[in-house]
């Protein structure tokens, strides 16, 4: 009886001891992940700073372009807002809006909205075709 109970005892401690060991190894595995973690957030973290400035950076350059667009653009008829027009028109553009659905929210003449559009295409180095105004009505 004394030999179970010894042999008891030494399972035990040798369950202990292995258990130890085996939560020393996860609590060193966990350490190396919450270190490789708080690398990874560092080297994220610094590409959002990046591209945060970049687009800082670009959105100036496109705002003094849009400008310059801007200042080149036909005059209008309407003296009023020409300027705020012509933003209009082209923030619509930017915004993927159809040249038809841009002439109906801006109440633009079809055709300077479309000089405008072709204009931004053409000062962009854009390749391709022009914005059409076949199938746009007058707004009314």
Same mark, same amino acid.
């Given at each position: 009886?004394?030999?179970? !109970?010894?042999?008891a005892?030494? &399972?035990?401690?040798g369950? %202990?001891? *292995?258990?130890?060991? &085996?939560?020393?190894?996860?609590?060193?595995?966990?350490?190396?992940?919450?270190?490789?973690?708080?690398?990874?957030?560092?080297? @994220?973290?610094?590409?959002? /700073? @990046?591209q945060?400035?970049t687009?800082?950076?670009f959105? *100036? /350059?496109?705002?003094?372009? $849009? +400008?310059?667009?801007? #200042?080149?653009? @036909?005059?209008?008829? !309407? =003296? #009023?807002? =020409?300027?705020?027009?012509?933003? /209009?028109?082209?923030?619509?553009a930017? /915004?993927g809006? %159809?040249?038809?659905?841009?002439?109906?929210? *801006?109440?633009?003449?079809?055709?300077?909205?479309?000089?405008?559009?072709?204009?931004?295409?053409?000062?962009?180095? @854009?390749? +391709?075709?022009?914005?059409a105004? $076949? %199938?746009v &009505?007058?707004? &009314?």
């Amino acid at each position: 009886m004394l030999d179970w !109970i010894l042999f008891a005892v030494l &399972a035990a401690s040798g369950a %202990a001891i *292995v258990h130890n060991a &085996a939560k020393k190894k996860l609590q060193r595995r966990i350490e190396a992940l919450e270190r490789d973690l708080e690398l990874y957030t560092d080297v @994220v973290s610094k590409m959002a /700073q @990046v591209q945060a400035k970049t687009f800082e950076k670009f959105s *100036v /350059q496109f705002d003094e372009l $849009e +400008g310059r667009i801007l #200042d080149l653009g @036909v005059p209008s008829p !309407i =003296p #009023d807002m =020409p300027l705020e027009k012509r933003h /209009q028109v082209l923030s619509l553009a930017r /915004q993927g809006v %159809a040249l038809e659905d841009i002439v109906k929210r *801006v109440k633009a003449p079809v055709g300077e909205a479309e000089l405008l559009l072709n204009l931004r295409k053409y000062r962009s180095g @854009v390749p +391709g075709g022009a914005y059409a105004a $076949e %199938a746009v &009505a007058p707004p &009314a």
